[in-house]
């Protein structure tokens, strides 16, 4: 086996795929496994190394399908078992690797098994999940709550009067991973998948798995600021996440079973601080790629991303493979938060940096943030608490593929489950490859630039000192040097460059084409990847 095969999650691109919203291929306005098959081609040809699909599991879709009730199965809106297969089977063959979502903290309350857990207080499923008696008061057993409307976080059910934790919506029980039963069943969860060639998982709020055991009240969070912070934000969790002393054994458990089957790997949704992330990977017993969110959270300016940068780098532990991720489906769209020109700043950073990116559906386009009339809410989160920004539809609107009606995700005349976002007609796959300076073609050139030099996609890295909006680095492989320089100003930087003759690989605007010695005079929102001459 070559390094290039066993280390393909170090080396590769990963590329994030909302199933409802990338193809349609039934015409029911919701994306589906047989429209991602139909599209595979577009994401070999884009460059990428592996696909994340979000959940695809029978749901109730309370949550949009991170509400799981039943987690070896496909959800008939999404297709088959067999669909699945055919998926897994035609991405292998054009040498893509399939990643799942795992979603090991709740399930949906309608789940078998917690159906069973709340028929009696002594069912044999009773400790699969939190029951608890009611406080003294008759209320909930502690103050913790619950992420989408800063409500209490248990609910009572009438049937055993006890209440359940829900750390996410009622509609979500959280699992109790404590207990040997559901930790047996959940892992071969696992398994099934494996077997079936699924090359690795995304593991949905992994850091929260393991709760405080005495189940203590969450401190006040004094920075709280009613009616403009997040509901859930009056808390500070320091109980009901991350902390706990055998989180660390929960990673140990995944990774056990992962390194069962060959070349599997493991990602794990984690949004701590970096110094907590960092003990995530353990001493490479844990998680393999545990997310860093940190590009989006960040301040856009270069003193802030190069000091995070270099600050995450010093912080890795020996053996550890650092990775960047800039979008998903739960944040605004980069473009909406960066704004357009950045955008191709953000993304040459992301796939020039030391790690494995993960890429957004439509980011590669620069897609907008959809707007989301009141009647057309999804999300949860938005109807829970509206008109804060925290909805999360409008990073999910439909992969825009043409300028057809809908837009190719579904046949024209069928109306998308959230609305199209307002440029899909100027803006879509067809009118940017067609286009030479668009945004798909700068990407698909990144990836390609990605995948040639070693220095990029496995060399080390090392920052340069430069000038005031600049953040310039180095990545180096072998005999290779390549300067990477981003301009996050809107004005010319000029920087100083060693010693030597540069010649610019890649130009993200377009407005460098010539070698440069001595002094780089950079376009504004420009970036680039210099090779010596
Ligand atoms: C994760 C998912 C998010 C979901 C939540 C609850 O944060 O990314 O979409 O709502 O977990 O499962
Ligand atoms: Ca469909």
């Excluded at 999650?9 to 919701?30: A, H, K, L």
């Excluded at 998982?201 to 709760?211: C, H, I």
């Excluded at 993200?508 to 990847?529: F, I, K, M, P």
């Amino acid at each position: 086996m070559t390094n290039q095969e066993t280390n393909w999650w170090r080396f590769g691109v990963v590329y994030q795929i909302y199933p409802r919203s990338f193809q349609d291929s039934n015409g029911d306005g919701i994306g589906d496994l047989p429209g991602i098959t139909r599209r595979l081609d577009y994401l070999v040809d884009l460059g990428i190394d592996a696909i994340w699909i979000s959940p695809m599991y029978p749901s109730p879709m309370a949550d949009f399908g991170y509400d799981v009730s039943n987690y070896v199965d496909v959800h008939p809106m999404f297709g088959t078992l067999d669909d699945m297969d055919a998926l897994i089977a035609a991405a292998h063959e054009r040498g893509l690797r399939v990643i799942l979502d795992l979603v090991p903290n709740h399930s949906s309350d309608q789940h078998p098994w917690f159906q069973e857990s709340r028929s009696s207080r002594d069912n044999p499923k009773r400790d699969w999940y939190f029951w608890r008696d009611p406080a003294a008061d008759g209320g909930p057993p502690n103050n913790w709550l619950s992420r989408f409307d800063g409500q209490a976080g248990w609910t009572l059910d009438e049937t055993t009067g006890q209440y359940y934790l829900h750390s996410f919506l009622k509609e979500q029980p959280d699992l109790n991973w404590r207990n040997p039963g559901l930790r047996a069943a959940m892992l071969d969860v696992m398994r099934f998948w494996f077997r079936r060639g699924v090359d690795g998982f995304r593991v949905d709020v992994s850091y929260r798995v393991m709760k405080d055991e005495a189940l203590r009240d969450n401190p006040l969070n004094p920075h709280y600021l009613p009616g403009k912070m997040d509901p859930h934000k009056r808390l500070v969790e320091r109980y009901s996440k991350d902390l706990q002393p055998d989180i660390h054994e929960f990673n140990r458990w995944l990774r056990a079973v992962a390194n069962e089957f060959p070349q599997r790997v493991l990602i794990g949704e984690i949004n701590l601080p970096l110094e907590r992330l960092v003990t995530y990977f353990g001493r490479n017993d844990e998680i393999h790629l545990p997310f860093n969110f940190h590009l989006i959270f960040t301040p856009w300016n270069a003193e802030a991303i190069r000091s995070m940068v270099d600050r995450y780098e010093s912080l890795l532990p020996e053996d550890a493979w650092p990775n960047y991720v800039l979008g998903n489906h739960d944040q605004h769209r980069v473009v909406a938060r960066i704004g357009e020109a950045q955008s191709r700043v953000a993304m040459l950073l992301l796939l020039t940096l030391r790690g494995t990116p993960t890429m957004y559906y439509g980011d590669e386009l620069g897609m907008p943030d959809g707007v989301i009339p009141p009647e057309r809410v999804q999300d949860p989160w938005e109807k829970f608490v509206p008109g804060m920004g925290l909805g999360r539809d409008p990073e999910r609107t439909p992969m825009q593929w043409d300028d057809s009606a809908a837009a190719g995700f579904s046949a024209p005349g069928v109306e998308p489950w959230l609305p199209l976002a307002p440029n899909h007609q100027s803006l879509n796959v067809a009118s940017e490859t067609a286009d030479p300076g668009s945004m798909l073609n700068l990407t698909r050139a990144l990836l390609q630039l990605r995948r040639k030099h070693p220095a990029l996609h496995a060399g080390d890295y090392a920052p340069l000192d430069s000038a005031a909006d600049i953040f310039a680095f180095w990545r180096t492989h072998d005999e290779e040097q390549l300067l990477v320089v981003a301009n996050f100003s809107s004005e010319t930087r000029e920087i100083t460059l060693p010693q030597g003759k540069w010649h610019p690989l890649i130009s993200a605007r377009g407005t460098l084409v010539e070698a440069v010695e001595a002094r780089l005079s950079l376009s504004g929102d420009e970036a680039v990847v210099l090779k010596a001459a």
